[in-house]
């Protein structure tokens, strides 16, 4: 393993953006592996546990996670309230994360003027022009801590990717030619995600404009699933609550939940029952 692509736990305690920090090869998924920190009687928090691989990587909606080899795989244990955040689920949180994620990623991936940029897709996804370049999964347990697992594709390259996933994932190395320090990558996602928790805390309007901002789905058409009920319309932004703003035949519309999926070629363009 090269210098660069090796991480260095002791820099991210050095940091201070977390208390304890453990660095696996490989683990199932660093989800359960920070869910079991937290039953201990004693866990110190922030909590960082970071996998070269997982075996188990779980996405949202029970959707599995590819963690390819020279990808960055990571959970947070947290307790909100530090940062002045609800202890229950939020979607301005998660969002919150994806806009952590554009914010120290961003400054990295060019493509060298083809006038695509990192942005947020709705629900929190992160992405370089079509391509998924960060995911990210939000559970709180029973007591109000946040586990805040992120998967970005830094290192790995898409060539080696599933071959139903080559054509919608995004790289870092892909985008720029070149391998990023994790270690480095890791701190500046860490200290960008304190400042956007922070906001969210404080309830600074600077957010909720951020969502609008770096939302990258503005114009293009869209169907949300909602249960058996699926929603076509065209994408007016993230709105500062963190909802999905839809144009559709009714009206414009926002939405809390729900799933973006391509819409079948049939769909006529206005809500119906799928
Ligand atoms: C998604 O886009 O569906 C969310 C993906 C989240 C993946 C990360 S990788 C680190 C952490 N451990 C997991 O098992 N999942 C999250």
């Known amino acids: 393993m090269s210098a660069i692509s090796r991480l260095n736990t ?12 453990e660095h696996y090869e490989e683990l199932p998924s660093t989800q359960d592996r920070a ?7 004693v866990c110190l928090m922030p909590l960082l546990i970071v996998a070269d691989r997982q075996t188990a990587g779980r996405g949202r909606q029970g959707n599995s996670w590819w963690t390819g ?13 530090e940062f002045g955040c609800p202890r229950r689920p939020a979607p301005r949180l998660a969002l919150a994360v994806g806009a952590a994620i554009v914010d120290a990623v961003a400054p990295r991936a060019t493509d060298h003027g083809r006038g695509h940029c990192v942005g947020l897709h709705w629900p ?16 709180v347990l029973p007591d109000g801590r946040h586990i805040v697992g992120i998967g970005l594709n ?6 080696e990717a599933p071959p139903e996933l080559r054509r919608q994932v995004a790289t870092l190395l892909d985008l720029t030619g070149r391998m990023h320090d994790p270690t480095q990558l890791l701190i500046d996602i860490l200290d960008c995600l304190t400042t956007r928790l922070r906001q969210l805390g404080a309830d600074d309007p600077a957010l909720g404009e951020s969502f609008g901002a770096l939302c990258l789905q503005h114009d293009q058409m869209l169907t949300l699933y909602l249960g058996d009920r699926a929603v076509t319309g065209r994408c007016a932004g993230i709105a500062r609550d963190g909802a999905l703003i839809l144009d559709t035949p009714e009206g414009r519309r926002q939405f809390y939940a729900g799933t973006l999926r391509p819409p079948p070629p049939h769909l006529p363009l206005r809500e119906r029952a799928v």
Do not use: I, M, W
């Open 69 to 81: 080899s020279g990808s960055l795989a990571f959970s947070l244990l947290f307790d909100p309230a």
């Open 124 to 139: 929190n996804d992160v992405y370089f022009g079509d391509g998924k370049l960060a995911g990210v999964l939000v559970e």
């Open 154 to 159: 830094s290192n790995n390259s898409a060539a």
């Open 35 to 41: 869910r079991q920190c937290a039953g201990e009687t």
């Open 10 to 21: 002791a820099r991210f305690l050095a940091s201070g953006l977390v208390a304890r920090a």
